[in-house]
Nanobody, 130 residues
Framework: VQLQASGGGLVQPGGSLRLSCAAS????????MGWFRQATGKEREFVAA????????YYADSVKGRFTISRDDAKKTVYLQMNSLEPEDTAIYYC????????????????????????WGQGTLVTVSS
């Protein structure tokens, strides 16, 4: 599977951005999809995930209530709507697909999910600054 994230940019604190991730090369609708981020000098961390059916969503505590993940299987695209952005959200954002189809997300543990998801694309840079 190939993934291409887009939609990043420079935004002021309190602003919003919508990231998109287009997939190709696999049966998109069979796989859970996730968003992760990596700030300079830090490890990659889990941000949000959506189940393969689209019926369940999961968030890191740091973004809960501010970010919304969604998917459009017809377009093979997953989105991340980011509101009330904070300087701490500055990072490169990556989308990724679960390595196996039809799996429930299960445990929301960043280290586990970073290992479980794969097919990392190039990422898109989000900078939150005044």
């Amino acid at each position: 599977v190939q993934l291409q994230a887009s939609g990043g940019g420079l935004v002021q604190p309190g602003g919003s951005l919508r990231l998109s991730c287009a997939a190709s090369g696999h049966t998109f609708s069979s796989y859970a999809m996730g968003w992760f981020r990596q700030a300079t000098g830090k490890e990659r961390e889990f941000v949000a995930a959506v189940s393969w059916s689209g019926g369940k969503t999961y968030y890191a505590d740091s973004v809960k209530g501010r970010f919304t993940i969604s998917r459009d299987d017809a377009k093979k695209t997953v989105y991340l709507q980011m509101n009330s952005l904070e300087p701490e959200d500055t990072a490169i954002y990556y989308c990724a697909a679960d390595r196996s189809p039809y799996r429930d997300i299960g445990v929301i543990d960043s280290t586990y999910l970073v290992q479980r998801f794969g097919s990392w694309g190039q990422g898109t840079l989000v900078t939150v600054s005044s």
